[in-house]
Each structure stands twice: as C-alpha cells, then as structure tokens.
C-alpha cells in the first residue's frame, strides 16, 4: 500500500546493472530484498524497486579472511548453512533462529537486517559482537568497513547508489566467548534491551572484548568504555560486575510503551553482566573441555 | 507486467502491476483459502510456499514470484482426498475458526517436506509463524507431531 | 405459562423416551468437526471470500485527534476523483442514536452513538465514509477530504473523566439510556449502578479482620483473526442484505432497522463462517455504515478493517479499578463483602451496564457471603471503545477477588485452598445478588444445582502438585525463584431470563435431516455440537444432520453467540425441536412397524419395535414423504433459561520469576472444569486452550498504551504480542463432568470461563516464588522488577 507510487520492477541478473538501475538521477529507486521490511513499511517516494534476488549473493563462503556471508543470503540459510550454523560454537545460528518467525527467516535477509538496523535485533547485535565487516559495492569500486561503522554511518554509506555484497565475519582467536542475553516480556516477545558480548583470552587474561547493548538507544550502542575496561584484565565475578555497572552508567536510554528509560538502564547492567558471564563461562569450559 | 510461474503444479502467465501484492493479487484470483490478518509480515496468515518455503504472501510482491513456484492450500487435498496434514488436522480437532488453518497446514508441510522427523521444538518454531487465537496451539501442534509419528510407524 | 419453572424444566431436561439410559451414543463423545474439513481446503467460507458484480470498496476515514468538533469538513476533491461513487459525511446521512452492541431489547446499553458525527472522540473514530472502485482509489479518496478541526480537551486516564472540571464527552442532548437511573452523561458516567444484600454495617462489625485492596486491570483487545469485514447489497426485491462476519445476526437486523431507518422485514442478515469473535463482533462495527454506502451507491459495497484500523477503531476489554473491602470470621468464613469498580468504555458506552455487571454477577457469586454490597461506574474517556470480550468482566472482577483470596489467606496463614474451601458455593445454595443482577431488569433468584468445583480444585491441585509448594525454596545462587498459585473460577451459562434460542429441524428422504439455527457458531465448534445433541435424540450418526447457520430470512430467531450459551439456550432448543421430531418419526414407524408408538426406540439410524422389526430412517421419510398420511417430519422449538447453571473451574500455574530482571515465564498451566456434561470433550479442550492463551497474555504482557494525545503506540501485532506456538506453557486440562438439570443432556457452559482463572493464578504465583503481590497486571518485566525493589527499600 506505501508502495504507491511504485511504476518499475527490476530484477537484475548483474551487479552493474543492478548498481546503474540505483544510479539513475530521475527515477527513485530501491534495491529489495526479501521485502519483509521494505513491503511491509512502505517506502512512499519509490518509483522503481531493483529486486537483488538474481546477482547471487546469496551464497556463504568460508575463506583465509572469514566467513563470507552474502546479502541476499536468508535469515534461515544462517541457521541451516554448515559453515554458519558451527560458527563460533553455533552462536550465529541460534540468534538468527530467536530473531522472528521461520516464514520471516525463509524471506529476510542479512543485508535487510544491516539496512533496517534495529537496536534490538539479536543477530544484528551478535554480528556486531563478532566485529562482522561490510563489503559495499558502487559503479566505480567495492571496499569493505565494519560493520560498526556501517551501522552508525549508513545513510551517508548507501548515499550515492550503493549495494550491500555481504558481511565477513573475520576469523575467531582461539579461547573466545559468546554471549547474548536479552530482557523481554514474554519469551518470543522483541528485547526490551539485549547485550551481545564477545571476548578472547589468552593466558587467563582479556586480549579482545566487544560489548554491544541494544534497546537504549536508536541503533545498537559499542560500549568500548567498557570493553577497555576488560582488556588485559583477569575475569571474576567482580569484574565483570564492575563492567556491568559501568555500562548503567554510561547509557541514557528512551522510554516507549515496553519499558521506561530506568528500567532500561538498570537492566542494561543485568544484560551486560550476563553476557559477558556467558562468554566467560564459555572460555573455561572451552580451556577444561 | 506479466509474470510466469508455476501455482499448484499449473505454469500459469498472470498480469499484475509492480506495486502489487501477491496477497492481493491471490484473493482477486479467488485463492480465497490465502487469508488476511495484517499488512507487515506479522501474523502469517496469508502462508503460502514460494519454491517450497513458507513466506508471508502480504510482503511479497507479485513481481518477485516471476519464475519460481508457488504452493497454496488449494494445491493440496481434496475432500474425497485430504492431504496428510489437513487429515491430521480435521482429526485432532487442531481446526477453531478455521481462518488460521490453511496457514498452518502449509507452514507445517514445509516442515516435513525438508525434516521429516521434527522434534516438537522445531514444530513450535514453525507454527509460531502463524498467529492463531482460539487453539493455544495445543491441538495444531498435536495434529503435526501425531502424523509424523504414523509415519515413523509405517 | 409454567415453562421456566426451574421443575418443568429439570424434568424437560430428562433423557427422552427411546434413548438407552446405559448411555449416550453422541454425547461426551469426540466428535470430529462437521465444518473441519472445508476449512482444512481452504474453502471460501468467509465473509471476504466473496465478490459480486460491480461491488466497491468502502474505506473510512478515521480521526487523528482524542476530541474535536468538525469545523468544516469538504469531500469535494474526494467526490471528483474518477472511481469514487460516494462520500458520506454526518452532512449525508440522518444522526440517528444507536449502539453499537448487540444485545437484546430493549438494548441495555446507552444510545449514544451515531453513524457518522460532527464530533469525534478518539484517535480513531469515525469522520467520514468513501465508496470506490477499488481500495486504491478509496484509500487516495480518503486523503482527498479536506477536515478542519476544533480541537477540544480530551480526557484519557479513568479517574479523571469524574473531575469537575474534566471536559464532557457526550455532551449532545439526544443520548439516552433504556436503563433509568443509570446514564449520566453530563458527569461523563456511562453506567451506575449500586446494589446490595443483607447488612453491611453488622457483616463489618461482626469480622475478626476487614481487609481492603485495590486491584487495576488493563484495557486489551481481541486480535481477532479475521478483522471485523461485511458486504452490503440491494437483492433484486430491494432488500437489503447483508453478509457479515458477526456472532449476532439477529440483533444486528434489528439495530440497523433503526438506524437506516428500515423495517426489519427489509433486510437480510447472512451470517458465513466467522474467523474469530470473542466478543468482538458481538458489535456493529462497520455493518450500518457500509449500509449507508450502498444506499447512497445502490451498488454493493465491501468493508473491511485492516489490521491497524482493528486494533483503534475495533473493540476492546473494559479496564477496570476494583477496590475489594471484605470481613472475615475467626473461623475463616466470609461476613461481608464489598465490590466497587471504576471502568471506562472508552469514548461510547457498548456493553458499559452489563460487562460491569457481569464483573461483580461473577466474582460475588463465587463465595458464600450473605452481606454484600456492589456498586460500580463506568465513565467516557477518550480512548478507543470498550465493548463484549470473551469472558465479559469475569476477568476482571475474578481477578481482583481471587488475589484477594489469596491475600487475605496468606495474612491468616491459611493454605490459599483451604480458605476457599470453606466459603465457596454448595449445591443449594443461593446467590444474594441475582434477582438485582438482571442485566437491566429483575432478575431470577438462583439456587445452585450442580458444582464440579470441590472435584476441580482437587484434581488441578494434584496435577499441578501443590504439595511441592512449601518445598519450593530458593537455589542460593540461582536468581530464578519458581512458585505455583491458583484460582477458583465461576461463570454463567448464558444470560438466565433473556437469552433465547429457536431451533428448526426436518428430515430428508434419505434420513438425513437439516437443522437450521440462528446460534452462530464463531469457531468454537457449537454447530458440531448442537448436531451431536440431534444425532443423541434420533439415535443417528453426527454426520446426517446437516446444520445452516445462520440467516435471518431462513433459520429462526438466535440471540447469536454470547454469554456462553450457545450450548445451554441453543442446544435447549435443538434439542425441544428434535425430540419433537423423534416423536413424529415414532409415530410413523409405528404404523410401519405395527407397534405402539411408545415401544419404538431410534437407534443406529433405524427404529426399533419391541419384537426387533426395524426400518431405516430413510424407510421412515419415504413413507412419511410420499406414501401414506403424507407429511414432513419436521420440528421447531424455542428455549429459554431462567437458570444461570453456573460453570465452575479452578486453574493453577506455575512460575519462574527472574528476580533481577522481572520477567515472569509462566512453565504450566492447569484448567480443571465443571461444563456439566461435556457433549463434545475436543470442544471442551479447544475452548480451555485457547481461553488460557488469550488470559496469558492478559496476565503478562497485552496492554493497550497511549501517548500524551491518546494515540495507540502498541497498536501492532509484532508490538502488542499475542503468545505464539514456541512460546506457550506447558498446559494441561482436567475436565470433571457433573449433571446440570437446566442443561441439554446435564451440559453446561465451556467457552469462556478458561479465560478468568489465568491472571490471578499467575499473580498468586508470583506471591509464591517472591512474596511480592501485584495488584495490577499485566506483569510485565517492569512492574514486577518495580515491586521486588520497592519491598527491598
């Protein structure tokens, strides 16, 4: 229905020809994906959608770099693909199964979830954690930024006519943790606020941690504070309740009808604490195991 | 514009325009058995299977289906000849209003059709696509599991 | 004269003559649904799965603004766009006061509202109404009419529509109520109502203990399935017809009669298969304005909601303020009870009287308490409009008092059972409050003759295991606590004294019969079971009664589906109607057979002589049909009910509580419920688990919430929530069968009373895992955090 003004529909069997159709001056256009955000909310100025379903980049690709995951590439082909189903102890995969519906899995996309970037969209936060990178494609060259980057940036990244290829998740260190861990109403219910954590140690101390809290803030929110904190320290209980509390006391977050912004802040620290314990606990029985 | 695809195991060349909706453009074809429950992907109760996936046909648009196959109730049984699924359905008692029925149906046998012997978990997962208000979901995911075990058993 | 005699109708209510005393050959057996397999196809069996030639779209136009007058309102723009075939304004059509539900006459609730208005009073009321060519052309039709408004002050919160200076809703002079003495618009009150029983000043003065509390339920809505849809056309003698997805086909005739100003032998309500009611379209929500559009069009017109469109300008549960003040004995027993509730209907007053009524008609009657005092006031607020919601302020009265009940046992140190053992209801019983309650007039006095709830509450107990309750003590280290809580739970079986159902049945010539019913069967299976209550009477299969429902030109007079009675006062008339065919049918297999009526038994779809002659059913309509003393074996009856033959249930759940975050995850539920004699036991089930999926998400997570100028921020499916399949408890139902004399075959009512029992056993619950109580649902994360924190301060 917002889609009213819609006159064109492309389908692309080539990138450039994808890219030139998004480059045209006079004609609005869109690039589609699954649709399941773009049908769904409208987009009312479009006159001409580029439907990216036959540029193949839907395909998932282990390589030296990482793990290569095509834009167009579904939210279930996450969960059921070999590589991203056993990536970093099926982590990725889990979090795409809890993020929607399977009949919205089998149609959205993992270049959808880049665009929409939602705050509590778990696998958005899980591929942050993982420190993914965006590979970006325009008539004139391709280049590759992270995917933090991307997500605070993304209008001034999509503004001349631009295409998502797909997202690199780099390859993990030995002795690292995952966690995610989420407040919500009911169980199947969008977080009020989720925190993806990730860290590596080596020789019992923090060499690497991400921390990204959703659910405080418009988009997903990198707590380097935090995480700087962490580095080259020794994991306890202590720390990372200190950890937790200093990520209450950084964040500001909104109200709206799931939970107030207090609320919000005060669970940031339960969110926080327990991811990051989840990924600690994961390091320890990795290094027992 | 005019699209090719196959609906039902019939290639069909339908013309549709592209801001149209599958889910509109299915009703107005009389593939009543389609249903309308939102506008955003959220109820899923418009299912239908796109190459033998379920997806919500109101965020699709009728341009994306060019080439690929479609399956809706209406290519499943008949009443002399249920499938399995509606079989199993009309027997557990899994059918209220009815209005969620054929979505369910079509999501499960996507299923079944790529894991034939879910665990009760994965049949909640797909089911969970499909908002239904009267059944708690008890009897629906009931109906999915007793006929995977008949044909264990067969 | 005497047909309601509670005597008359105990023996009426005696298996007839011929049907084997050993047992019943279709009732209490699982019977597959007679309409599961066309809708298992997929079949268009919907109001929407239907078009006629030349047909429109009709789209209204909704208002963005709480309260305002129409300065000016132009649909010119809109009237000249190619396609449009009319816009309605309140400057087209005649402002004739109605109400918008669907109950009996005279029509207890207030008729306050008109088609279309000059006024509007919530995001999401009606200002105007477009009929076009397609829904594209209706939908840019609608952005095309040009409305100047005058915003007024709006009121959204309960308490402050009765401040002094709160501004008055309806303050146009024509509104009224057919109920004196209860409607006061000029103070924004909606309903009133006070009654009581018995003396409150000596039930008070002879308590050991007096205990008060104020309990808050939210306003929720149905999500129905199937948003609220229907097709108007002129038929070719110039009647208006009209397909529509509604549970009262009959009451929405004789509503719109008034409003297009019509005699009712002028239109036609067809009602097909419905995609989910639950109260929701116990309402005229879209009927009368598409009517308008297809006599200002003379062409047939469509309306639909969509889905945002549903969640505003649908209908919605009554939120409720309900302050408890009860006296206890030393011995535990209740001296007197007082109910006050405070509710709004949102911006019009659909279902304002009796839903409260309704409220305290439950929850007053549940225990034994001779003083007792019930008052209750409903105001106009700004929000979207509160109307019938499966359960009909059972949740919200059944709530406040069953964590009362658990409150008031904690502080004497009572287990929560024992308690209410010793003051529920017994057989015998009256209930102080009947003959006040009548739903606008006097009502029935009400001895209670049937009651599973001692039976329920000891099997839900078990299942449950409510023993593990004291056992339940905390993991040290583990934030999760786990508790388990409960509630004892009555309903009604349709509405005793008014409620009526007509019922017609005949015999084809291959022995099959039609029975042809205005009861309307919304999806909870009821045409299953009022042909299982004919097939027990002719001693045939199911599958050879063939039920239509329902069309008010073809099947007689139904008050339609409410008050769960489609069982009790419908299945009352199927089976008057089909008993009187059974004698017909006796009579001339007598003359077949040369035996005496009397002796003839119907059995296997045959009759029987004494001396074992038989003959086919379809021998039967042959020879009635068409070879001697030909006639049609056919049959009509109608039923009424002065009895409520109350229902009873007690449902438990078990918990876990994060006591960090707040989050509750309800791990099972348990319904055990006293319906009488269940005819068909799946139907029983279906209606448990789905009642218990719409009351988990009253207990947890539904809320409607408004921003500062009243408009709805949840009003998504992905941001409302309704439970989904991999989300649900585990659930189990127990169901203890009784014999109700009032009842067809001893049965009594199942489809609403699941609903009641799941928020506050999910409250008590919490107070188990936590001894924190709410008083307020639902428990969200949020709340619930918010009272462990605060018990810690």
């Known amino acids: 229905m917002i889609l009213s003004h819609l006159i064109e529909y492309h389908c692309p069997t080539d990138l450039n020809e994808a890219l030139r159709l998004l480059s045209r001056p006079d004609v609005a256009t869109v690039p589609l994906g699954g649709g399941t955000s773009l049908v769904a909310d409208g987009v009312p100025s479009a006159q001409a959608v580029v439907d990216l379903h036959n540029l193949g980049l839907d395909s998932i690709e282990a390589a030296d770099d990482g793990l290569h995951i095509g834009a167009m590439v579904t939210l279930q082909n996450v969960i059921d693909n070999s590589h991203s189903r056993s990536l970093a102890r099926g982590f990725l995969a889990s979090v795409a199964r809890r993020t929607t519906t399977r009949n919205v899995r089998n149609a959205a996309t993992v270049g959808g979830t880049l665009v929409s970037a939602n705050s509590v969209d778990e696998l958005l936060l899980a591929l942050l954690a993982l420190d993914a990178q965006v590979v970006l494609a325009d008539m004139s060259s391709k280049r590759c930024i992270s995917l933090e980057d991307f997500v605070t940036h993304t209008p001034a990244h999509l503004s001349q006519a631009t295409l998502i290829l797909g997202v690199v998740i780099p390859p993990l260190p030995t002795g690292f943790g995952v966690g995610l861990e989420r407040v919500a109403r009911t169980p199947a219910d969008r977080p009020i606020v989720a925190a993806a954590a990730f860290v590596a140690m080596e020789q019992g101390r923090c060499e690497a941690a991400r921390l990204i809290l959703g659910g405080v803030a418009r988009l997903p929110v990198r707590l380097t504070a935090v995480e700087t904190r962490l580095l080259g320290r020794v994991f306890n209980d202590e720390l990372i309740a200190e950890a937790a509390e200093t990520a209450k006391s950084i964040v500001v977050p909104f109200s709206d009808f799931r939970a107030s912004s207090d609320y919000r802040r005060e669970m940031a620290a339960v969110v926080c604490r327990r991811a990051l314990q989840v990924a600690w606990n994961q390091v320890r029985s990795e290094d027992r195991g | 514009m005019k699209i090719t695809f196959v609906i039902n195991e019939e290639t069909e060349t339908w013309d549709v325009s592209p801001d149209d909706i599958f889910l509109d453009v299915l009703r107005h074809r009389s593939y009543f058995g389609v249903k309308r429950g939102c506008e955003d992907s959220s109820c899923g109760l418009c299912t239908v299977l796109l190459d033998g996936q379920a997806v919500n046909a109101c965020t699709l648009l009728a341009a994306q289906v060019n080439g690929r196959s479609i399956t809706t109730i209406e290519g499943l049984g008949t009443r002399d000849h249920l499938s399995p699924l509606q079989q199993a359905f009309v027997e557990c008692g899994a059918v209220q209003c009815g209005y969620c029925t054929p979505a369910m149906i079509l999501a499960a046998k996507a299923l079944l059709d790529t894991c034939p012997e879910p665990t009760e978990a994965d049949v909640r997962d797909t089911l969970s696509s499909v908002y239904c208000r009267c059944t708690g979901y008890v009897k629906p995911v009931e109906a999915v599991l007793r006929l995977m075990r008949q044909h264990q058993g067969t | ?793």
């Open chain 3, 1 to 793: 004269m005497f047909y309601n005699d509670p005597d008359e109708m105990l023996r009426m209510s005696e298996h007839p003559e011929g049907i084997s005393r050993d047992g019943f050959h279709t009732v209490g057996q699982r019977a597959t649904r007679l309409d599961a397999i066309k809708l298992a196809l997929g079949k268009p069996a919907f109001t929407d799965d239907y078009t006629l030639p030349g047909m429109l779209y009709g789209k209204l136009l909704l208002s963005p603004h709480a309260h305002a007058r129409i300065k000016r309102i132009d649909a010119s723009r809109a009237r000249a766009l190619p396609g449009v075939h009319a816009v309605l304004t309140y400057q087209d059509i005649p402002a004739v006061r109605f109400t918008t539900a669907g109950q009996s006459h005279p029509l207890p609730s207030p008729l306050d509202t008109v088609s279309l208005d000059s006024k509007v009073r919530f995001v999401g009321d009606r200002v105007a109404a477009v009929a076009a060519e397609s829904l594209e052309i209706a939908a840019e039709a609608i952005r095309l009419i040009e409305v100047e408004y005058e915003e007024l002050p709006f009121v959204l919160e309960i308490e402050d529509a009765l401040r002094p200076d709160a501004p008055i809703i309806h303050d146009e002079p024509d509104c009224t109520a057919n109920i004196s003495g209860s409607y006061f618009p000029e103070r924004n009150i909606a309903a009133h109502f006070e009654t009581q029983a018995g003396d409150l000043v000596e039930g008070f003065a002879r308590a050991w203990r007096v205990f008060e509390a104020e309990y808050r339920v939210p306003q929720v809505t149905h999500v129905l399935p199937e948003p609220h849809v229907c097709i108007t056309w002129w038929d070719e003698d110039d009647r208006l017809v009209i397909r529509s997805a509604t549970q009262v086909p009959f009451h929405v005739r004789r509503i719109l009669g008034s409003i297009l100003e019509l005699p009712e032998k002028r239109i036609r309500v067809i009602k097909p298969r419905i995609g989910g009611g639950f109260g929701g379209k116990q309402e005229l929500v879209l009927e009368d304005i598409c009517a308008h559009l297809t006599i200002a069009t003379g062409r047939p017109v469509r309306m639909a909601f969509t889905r945002e469109e549903e969640f505003i300008a649908g209908r919605t549960r009554h939120p409720q303020i309900i302050r408890l003040k009860t006296g206890v004995a030393r011995d535990g027993t209740l001296t007197a009870m007082e109910m006050y509730i405070l509710a709004t209907t949102g911006a019009y007053g659909s279902h304002a009287l009796t839903v409260q009524g309704n409220s305290g008609a439950k929850a007053l009657a549940l225990y034994r308490c001779p003083n007792q005092r019930f008052a209750f006031d409903v105001v106009y607020t700004n929000r979207p409009v509160a109307g019938a919601m499966r359960g009909y302020g059972g949740p919200q009265g059944l709530f406040a008092l069953e964590v009362h009940m658990d409150e008031i046992a904690a502080a004497l140190g009572l287990d929560p059972i024992e308690f209410r053992r010793r003051n529920w209801v017994r057989v015998g019983d009256g209930f102080p409050l009947a003959e006040a309650l009548g739903e606008g007039r006097k009502g029935y006095p009400q001895p209670l003759r049937s009651s599973g709830l001692s039976q329920c509450v000891e099997l839900g107990a078990k299942a449950i295991g409510w023993h593990r309750r004291e056992s339940q003590t905390a993991e040290s280290h583990s934030p999760k606590r786990r508790g388990i809580g409960m509630a004892a739970l009555i309903h009604g079986s349709g509405i005793p004294g008014i409620d009526m159902g007509g019922a017609f049945i005949k015999i084809n010539d291959d022995g099959s019969f039609n029975l042809l019913v205005g009861a309307t069967d919304l999806g909870t299976g009821a045409d299953t079971v009022l042909a299982q209550i004919a097939a027990e009477v002719l001693g045939c299969p199911v599958e050879d009664i063939i039920v239509y429902a329902a069309d008010t030109d073809l099947t007689p007079f139904d008050k339609g589906a409410y008050a769960s009675s489609t069982v009790f006062v419908s299945g009352g008339a199927v089976k008057k109607a089909t008993e009187d065919v059974a004698r017909q049918i006796k009579a001339v297999a007598a003359q077949m057979l040369e035996a005496s009526p009397s002796d003839i038994r119907l059995a296997d779809g045959r009759v029987v002589s004494p001396d074992g002659d038989s003959a086919t059913l379809r021998e039967v309509a042959l020879y009635a049909l068409h070879v001697a003393d030909q006639h049609q074996i056919m049959g009509t009856a109608s039923h009424m009910s002065v009895m409520w033959s109350p229902p009873f249930a007690a449902q438990f759940a078990e918990v876990e509580v994060d006591t960090e975050t707040g989050e509750v995850r309800v791990l099972k539920v348990v319904t055990a419920i006293d319906c009488g004699q269940p005819i068909n036991p799946d139907g029983v089930e279906g209606q448990i688990d789905g009642g218990v999926h719409m009351a988990l998400g009253y207990a947890l997570s539904e809320e409607m919430i408004y921003d500062q100028a009243g408009r709805l921020l949840d009003g998504r499916i992905g941001d409302y929530h309704i439970f989904r399949a991999d989300e649900m408890p585990s659930m189990e139902r127990i169901i203890v069968p009784t014999v109700d004399p009032a009842g067809p075959f001893g049965a009594k009512a199942a489809a609403e009373i699941p609903t009641d029992g799941v928020a506050p056993a999910v409250v008590n619950a919490i107070y188990a895992a936590t001894g924190v109580r709410l008083r307020e649902i639902p428990a969200t994360p949020e709340r619930v955090w918010s009272a462990l924190r605060d018990r810690e301060q």
